[in-house]
C-alpha cells in the first residue's frame, strides 16, 4: 500500500512537472523593444483586414501552440542608416550630401504588419533600404534647388525632403524620428567662390580700420609730441620768470639801504600822522561823554516817557474797548432776554386786552344802547320845554321887551365882557396914560367898539337864540378862546410903573 501511494505521487509530480514544461514551452512574452508574429491560424487584428494568417503580441505574454503556429519577434529598436548622395543643383553644380537618418519600425498593429510582410526574415538589410529611398528623394529635391537656397535654408532641404519619403516610409511600415543634414560638399569650389567677396569686404573693412586705428594713433603721438614742447615751453619761461625775480632781488639788495633810510623817514611820517589822529579821536571821544552822551541819555528818557504814556494809553483803550465790548454783548444778552419776556408777556397782555376789549364793547355797546334811550327820552322833553321857554319868552318880550333885554344881558355879561376884551387878543404891550382914567377909558371904548352895549347885547342874544340857547343859561355857548394875558405898564406924568 506504501509502494501505491509513493508512485501514485510521483506520477502526480511528474505530471505537473509536465504541465509547467509545457505551460512554458507554449507561454511567450514579448520584450517592450520588440513584437511577437505568430502565425498558423486566423486572427482579426484591429486595422488589418481578415484572414492575415498571423497575429501580433506587443508588451504581454500569449499561448502558442508548438508544432501548429509559430512565432517570431520583429525589433522595435531605432535604427540608423548614413547619407552620401551625389546630387546635381538647379545651376547644374555637382554637390555631395551628407547626412543621417533615424528610424525605427511603428509602434501600431498596421505599421508592425507592413514592417513583418517586408523585413522579419531581412532586418539588416532595413537600413539599405530607406538609403535608397531617401537618396532618390533628395536628389529629386536638390535640383530643383540652387546652392544659396541649400546653404541659407537648410531646414527647407531637410523638410522637404521628410515630407516626400514620409508616404513610401509609411507603406514600409517604418517611421523617421530625425534626419539632418550635417555638411554639403562642393568639389567645383562655387561655394568658396560665393564667399570670396564676402571675404574680400571683411579683409577691406579690417583695412580700413587698421588704417583708421594707425591714424588715431599717429594723432595721438603728435598731440603727445605738442603737449611735450608746450612743457618745455613753460618751463622755460617759469626759468626765465625765476631769473628775473633773482635779478630784481639783487637790485633791491643794493638800493636796501636808500630804502631803509626813506622808510625810516615815512615811519616817522606815519607815526607822527597817528599820534595826531589818536589826540583827535580823543577829543572826539571826550564831546561824546561830555555833550552827546547826556543829550542822548534824555532823549532816550523823553522818548522812553513817551512811549510808556502811550502804551498806557493804548492799554486803557484796550481794556475801555474790551470792557464795552463785554457791556455790550451783555446789554444784548439782556436785551434779548427782555424782548423775548416782552415779546411772551405782550402776547399775553394782547389775549388778556382782546378778552377785555371784546368784554369793554359788549358792556359799551349795551350802555350806550341805553345812553342812546335815555337821550332820546331827554331830548324829547327838552324840545318840549324849550318849546314852552321860547313860547313864555316871545310872550314876556312881546309885553316887556326892554325888561328882557336886561335880564339876559345880566345873565350873560361875563361872555360879553370876554367877547370886548378879544380886541386886545393881538397885542402885546400897551401904555396906558393918566393912570386910573386912563385904564377906565380904555375898557369903555373896548366895550362900546363897533356899536353901543346895547347892540352889542341884543347882537349876542340873537346868536344864542339862533344856537337854541336857553335865556336862563341852560345850555350856554362856548366861550371864545382866551388870549394870552396882555402886559400892562402904567403911565402916570410920564413915568411908568
Same mark, same amino acid.
Given at each position: ?29 514579448? !520584450?517592450?523593444? /520588440? ?119 537648410? !531646414? ?11 508616404? !513610401?516610409? /509609411? ?18 569650389? #562655387? ?108 532823549? #532816550? !528818557? ?74 332820546? /327820552? ?120
Amino acid at each position: 500500500m506504501p509502494m501505491v501511494i509513493g508512485v501514485a505521487a510521483g506520477l502526480v509530480l511528474a505530471a505537473i512537472i509536465v504541465l509547467v514544461g509545457l505551460f512554458k514551452l507554449m507561454w511567450r512574452v514579448a !520584450e517592450p523593444n /520588440e513584437a511577437l508574429v505568430i502565425s498558423g491560424s486566423k486572427h482579426r487584428t484591429e486595422g488589418l483586414g481578415e484572414g492575415m494568417g498571423f497575429r501580433i503580441v506587443t508588451g504581454r505574454g500569449t499561448l502558442v501552440l508548438p508544432g501548429v503556429q509559430a512565432v517570431r519577434k520583429l525589433s522595435l529598436d531605432l535604427n540608423e542608416t548614413e547619407l552620401s548622395v551625389d546630387c546635381v543643383t538647379q545651376q547644374g553644380i555637382p554637390l555631395r550630401v551628407r547626412g543621417v537618418v533615424i528610424f525605427k519600425v511603428g509602434d501600431d498593429f498596421v505599421s508592425i504588419a507592413n514592417a513583418a510582410r517586408r523585413f522579419l526574415d531581412q532586418q539588416k538589410m532595413m537600413s539599405d533600404r530607406v538609403h535608397n529611398v531617401f537618396a532618390g528623394h533628395l536628389r529629386s529635391i536638390v535640383g530643383g534647388l540652387t546652392v544659396e537656397d541649400m546653404i541659407r535654408d537648410r !531646414e527647407k532641404l531637410t523638410g522637404q525632403t521628410r515630407a516626400a519619403c514620409g508616404t !513610401e516610409m /509609411e507603406k514600409l511600415g517604418l517611421i523617421v524620428d530625425s534626419l539632418q543634414i550635417h555638411e554639403i560638399e562642393d568639389p567645383t569650389g #562655387y561655394i568658396k567662390n560665393l564667399a570670396m567677396p564676402h571675404a574680400a569686404a571683411v579683409q577691406r573693412d579690417a583695412r580700413i580700420a587698421q588704417a583708421e586705428a594707425n591714424l588715431r594713433a599717429t594723432e595721438a603721438e603728435q598731440a603727445a609730441f605738442a603737449r611735450m614742447s608746450e612743457a618745455t615751453r613753460d618751463s622755460e619761461i617759469l626759468q626765465a620768470g625765476y631769473q628775473a625775480e633773482r635779478d630784481k632781488a639783487a637790485a633791491s639788495s643794493r638800493q636796501a639801504g636808500p630804502l631803509a633810510d626813506a622808510a625810516a623817514r615815512q615811519e616817522v611820517v606815519v607815526q607822527e600822522t597817528r599820534v595826531a589822529e589818536l589826540e583827535a579821536h580823543r577829543r572826539e571821544q571826550q564831546l561824546q561823554a561830555d555833550v552827546r552822551k547826556p543829550a542822548d541819555a534824555q532823549a #532816550y !528818557e523823553k522818548r522812553t516817557l513817551a512811549e510808556a504814556e502811550r502804551d498806557a494809553r493804548i492799554s486803557a483803550a484796550q481794556a475801555k474797548a474790551k470792557e464795552t465790548e463785554l457791556a455790550a454783548a451783555a446789554e444784548a444778552t439782556r436785551v434779548k432776554a427782555a424782548a423775548a419776556a416782552e415779546a411772551q408777556a405782550t402776547e399775553a397782555r394782547g389775549l388778556a386786552a382782546a378778552k377785555a376789549t371784546r368784554a369793554t364793547g359788549e358792556a359799551e355797546a349795551a350802555a350806550t344802547q341805553a345812553r342812546g334811550l335815555a337821550q332820546a /327820552e331827554s331830548a324829547k322833553a327838552q324840545g318840549l320845554a324849550e318849546a314852552e321857554a321860547i313860547k313864555a319868552r316871545a310872550a314876556a318880550l312881546a309885553e316887556n321887551q326892554e325888561a328882557v333885554v336886561a335880564q339876559q344881558l345880566a345873565e350873560n355879561w361875563p361872555q360879553i365882557v370876554e367877547a370886548g376884551a378879544s380886541a386886545f387878543g393881538n397885542v402885546e404891550h400897551m401904555v396906558l396914560l393918566n393912570g386910573a382914567e386912563g385904564m377906565s377909558e380904555m375898557f369903555a371904548k373896548a366895550l362900546t367898539m363897533g356899536g353901543t352895549g346895547l347892540g352889542l347885547a341884543r347882537q349876542l342874544l340873537a346868536s344864542m337864540n339862533q344856537n337854541g340857547d336857553a335865556p336862563n343859561g341852560q345850555s350856554p355857548a362856548a366861550p371864545s378862546p382866551r388870549s394870552k394875558p396882555i402886559p400892562i405898564t402904567e403911565e402916570v406924568n410920564g413915568v411908568r410903573n
